[in-house]
């Protein structure tokens, strides 16, 4: 699947991994290409274990 496909297709994109790994990278380059497109974008960065489940708490 390319780029476009994804961003057509998908509605919640998940990236996972270790540490270092360019998560946040990756997050913000397809919130940006979502939203070039139209899309309205939502990142939620978190650092501990279950943390997209309260984003601001």
């Not at 994109?13 to 974008?41: D, H, P, Q």
Request: proline share 5%; with cysteine; charged share 20%.
């Amino acid at each position: 699947m390319n780029l476009d496909g994804l961003l057509r297709d998908k509605r919640i994109i998940v990236l996972c991994g270790a540490g270092g790994v360019g998560k946040t990278t990756t997050a913000a380059a397809l919130g940006v290409a979502a939203a070039a497109r139209g899309a309205t974008c939502w990142c939620s960065p978190s650092t501990r274990p279950g943390g997209w489940r309260r984003p601001w708490g």
